[in-house]
C-alpha cells in the first residue's frame, strides 16, 4: 500500500466523536473541530467539539462507574492494561502513521513514542498488583496502626501535544491501575492518537465509563466547569507552566489534588574530561529527540572552554546531516513544528542571540514553502543573557555557551526557574556526584541524553511541577492514604 493510500485508511480508521460512558457520540452541539496536517497546512480531518454539557456528561460517567471499578480485582485490572499494552503494540506502525500525520514527528520517531506509551500500561499491569499497605503497633503497645491505600477517586487528565499518546498512558496507566476512573481531554492540535487509544480500550474490554474522552476547542470553557464540581477528586496536567500556574490556581478552590508535569529549561553540560564523542551522541539525542518539541529537550548547553568550540563543531556536523521533510518519507529525520506561531517564536529567539553576538554554524534561515518547517541550527557563543538560554525553545537549536569551573557550571544550569532535567557528561565520578547532587532538577541524565522510562519517576522541582509519573511513585499519585487507629 502506498503511504498516501496508508495515510487515508489510518485517518479513516479513527473514531472521530466523543467517549463518553462506552459510546462514541457527537458534540451536543454539533460542532466539529479541524485537525491539521502541520508538513502541508492542510486539514486531515474533523473530530468533534465537546462543549461544557458533553465534558460534564464524561464526569457523570467517570463518577457513576468509580465505586464499580475500584472494587474490580486488581487481577482484572490488570489484566486490561496487559492487553492493551499488546494491542497498541500490535498496532504500532498504523498508529505511528496517525501520530505523524497529526503532530509531524518522523514516523520512526513516532513508533518510539507508541513503544513507550505501550510500556507504561505493561509497567502498571504490574504495579495494579502492589497497592499495599502496613500495620504496626503504636509506640506505646496499646493500640494499632493500620494504613491502607485506596484510589482518588474521578480524574480529569489534560496531555499536550508534544506526546500526544504517551503523555495520556502515563497518568491513565496508574490510574486505571489504582482503580480511579477518568476523563481525558487531548490537546485540540492532537486529538487522533488519544481517540485510537480509546477505541483499544473499548477493545480489550475496559467497562464503559471508566475511561471518558472528550475533544474541544474550548480547553478552558470544559475543564474549567469541571475543576470546580465537588465530585472530581483529581486533576493531573502536563503542559506548559503558564497553563499549570493558572489550573493550579482553580484547583485551589475545591483544594484537588494535583500532578503537574510542566515546563523545562533542560542545561546539557560538558566537563573536559568527558567523552567527547559520548557527549556528541547525547546531545543529539537530548536536542533532536521529537525535532526538539520536548519538555525533557536539551535547552543549553554549557560546555567547558577548551572543548567548546570543538563540541559545537560535532554536533554540527551531525544535525546538520539529517535530513528535512514530512515524517512520513523515507529517512526524514526532521519533521515540521506544531504550527506558525511555534516556528515564529523559534525564529525569534535564534534572531535575538545572533543580535546579543553569537556565532552561527548552522542554520538559523527559514526554509521556503509549505509546513512549519525550521532547519536544525546550531549557535556557538551564545552570551549568558540571550533568550534563548532562559526560555524553553521547542525546536532543533542548539544554542552554545561555556563555563569556567564547576561552581560556575552547577550555578548556570540553576539559573533559571524550570527544573525539570539536566544532563551532565563527565568520566570523573566523584565530579559526576558532586554535580548531580548540585542540580535543581526532579532528574539528571549522566552522561546520557535520554531519561524517560515507564519505571523511572519522572517529574520536575521549581516551576517544572508537583508529582512524578512512572515508576511505583506513579501510582502513589493515584492513591490516597487511609490511616486507622485500632483499639484493641
Ligand atoms: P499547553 O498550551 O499548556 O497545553 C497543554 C494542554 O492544556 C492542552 O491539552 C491544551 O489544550 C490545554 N489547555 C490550554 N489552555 C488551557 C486552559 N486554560 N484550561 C485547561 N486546559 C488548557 O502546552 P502545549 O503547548 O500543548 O505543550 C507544550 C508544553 O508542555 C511545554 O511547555 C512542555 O515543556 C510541556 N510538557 C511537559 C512535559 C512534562 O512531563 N513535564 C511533557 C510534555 C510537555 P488546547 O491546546 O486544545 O487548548
Redesign the pocket.
Known sequence: MSIAAEEHTVVDKVQKKLYIGGEWRDASGGGTLEVIDPATEEPLCEVADATPEDAKAALDAAVSMQAEWAATPANDRAGILWKAFELIVERADELAVLMTLEMGKPVSESKAEIIYAADFFRWFSGEALRTDGSYKQFANGTSRVLVMKQPVGPSLM??????PLA?GTRKLGPALAAGCTSVV?????TPLSMLALGQILEEVGLPGGVVNIFT??S??GT??PLIEDPRLRKLS????????R??IEASAKNVLKVSM????NAPFLVFEDADLDEAVEGALLAKMRNIGE???AANRFHVAEPIREEFARRLAEKMASLKIGRGTEDDVKVGPLIDQPSREKVAELVEDALERGAKRVIGGELPDGRGYFYPPTVLDEVPPEARVFHE?I?GPVAPVGTFASEEEAIARANDTEYG?VAYVFTRDIKRAIRVCEGLETGMVGLNQGMVSNAGAP???VKQ??IGR?GGHEGLEEFLETKYVAVNL
Do not use: R, Y
Open positions: 489534560i496531555t499536550p501535544w508534544n506526546f503523555m481531554k487531548p490537546a485540540s492540535q474541544t476547542s480547553s478552558g475543564t474549567g496536567f502536563t503542559g506548559s507552566t503558564e497553563v499549570g493558572n489550573l508535569e510542566l515546563g523545562g520536548a519538555c525533557t524553553e521547542f525539570l519522572f517529574g520536575g517544572s511541577g509519573e
